[in-house]
Structures are given as C-alpha cells and as structure tokens.
C-alpha cells in the first residue's frame, strides 16, 4: 500500500544521510601529511659561525654564518641564493667567485649545512627552493653586521740605534732637540779632536 512506502523511504534517505556523514567526519580526520605532497615540507634557519648545526633557533643578525636545513624530505637536491635587500645592481651577492657552489641535498635524517659564508655588511634575503617543492620556496631576511676594524697604530721604534745617533731612537733622531744635542756633541768633539792634534805636533 502506498501509506506504508513512504516511511521506508523516508528511513533508506535518513540511513544515506548518516552514512555520509560518518565518511565526511572520517576523512577529516587524515593526517594532513597524506594531503600535503612532498616537497614543501622543512625549514631553513640562519645560522652564526659556531652555533650547533641541531640548534633549530634562527638568528637573523650575523657575521660568518651558514644555512642549516631541519625536516625536509631525505634526498631532495637544494638551489639557494643570497641577494641583498633592497636589489642593488652590482650588489654583492650568492653565490659568488668566492662561493660558487650554491647546491646542496638533504640527508636522510632531513637536515643539512652549507660550509660558512661570508658577505659585506648589510641586509639580505635568502631563498631556497627544492626539486620536489611547489611553491615559492623558503625565503628567510637577515643582516650581516660584523664589527669594523679599527686601523692599526704606526709601529714604534724598531731595531738598535741608527750608525752614528748616539744611542736616539729612530723616530727621535730628527726632532729639534735630539738635533741640536747632535750638532752640539759634534761640535765639542771637533774641539777636543784639534787640541789633541796641536799637543801632538808640540804647537
């Protein structure tokens, strides 16, 4: 009869509806790691000369300093570059004559290091992409701030007395004293050279 149809099909659509709702809630439960494809994943940290290569801080104002990688997917091959900020034509750059070699690949344990690098002082933007990622790559700004050197002080005397300077430092020889003790000592000298000569000659 038709009276009786109409609830069993009410009931099969209410099964179905319930039926896809536990399929929905299921699938929101994958791990986004199935969902998310390979290529995208790590991080690239800067990192100063002499901070351990597992130290996962970032520290964006250096000196020397090196790229450590941490979570990417073993073996994926890395190109970076280095380019100061604002671009500047003719700025200076990686890599560079000093530092051609600007690929490296990922270990099994996800992580890797560059060899320490070097630039001028200044601000700089490093990106670093991988031969499985999708998108723009890594980007990590920094600032290379090394202290300048102060210049060196002109170096002091040097050496023993020069011939003839009666025991004057080198740097003392030509000043106006040591000059007129000079002339005096040759002059006394002089004077007591001719006595001694006279005495000799019975004059």
Same mark, same amino acid.
């Given at each position: 009869m038709p009276a009786t149809s109409l609830?069993?099909?009410?009931?099969?659509?209410?099964?179905?509806?319930?039926?896809?709702?536990?399929?929905?809630?299921?699938?929101?439960?994958v791990p986004a790691a199935f969902a998310q494809p390979g290529g995208d994943n790590g991080d690239v940290k800067i990192h100063k000369v002499g901070t351990p290569f597992d130290d996962q801080?970032?520290?964006?104002?250096?000196?020397d300093f090196y790229l450590?990688?941490?979570?990417f997917d073993a073996g994926e091959h890395v190109t970076w570059t280095v380019e100061p900020?604002?671009?500047?034509v003719g700025g200076a750059r990686l890599?560079?004559?000093a530092y051609p070699d600007n690929t490296i690949t990922i270990e099994q344990d996800g992580s890797a290091q560059t060899i320490p690098l070097?630039?001028?002082?200044?601000?700089?933007?490093?990106?670093?992409?991988?031969?499985?990622?999708?998108?723009a790559g890594k980007h990590k700004v920094f600032r290379v701030d090394c202290p300048i050197s102060k210049p060196t002080a002109p170096p002091g005397p040097? &050496? %023993?007395?020069? $011939?003839? &300077? %009666?025991?004057? $430092?080198r740097d003392d020889a030509f000043g106006p004293v040591a000059g007129a003790a000079a002339v005096g000592l040759a002059a006394v000298t002089g004077v007591v050279w001719f006595r001694v000569r006279r005495r000799?000659?019975?004059?």
């Open positions: 609830p069993s099909r009410a009931g099969a659509r209410t099964a179905a509806l319930a039926a896809l709702t536990l399929v929905g809630t299921g699938l929101a439960g801080r970032n520290e964006p104002k250096v000196c450590a990688a941490f979570n900020q604002p671009r500047a890599p560079n004559s070097g630039l001028p002082n200044g601000q700089y933007k490093l990106t670093w992409k991988t031969d499985l990622g999708h998108g040097n &050496g %023993g007395p020069p $011939a003839g &300077g %009666g025991g004057l $430092a000799a000659h019975g004059a």
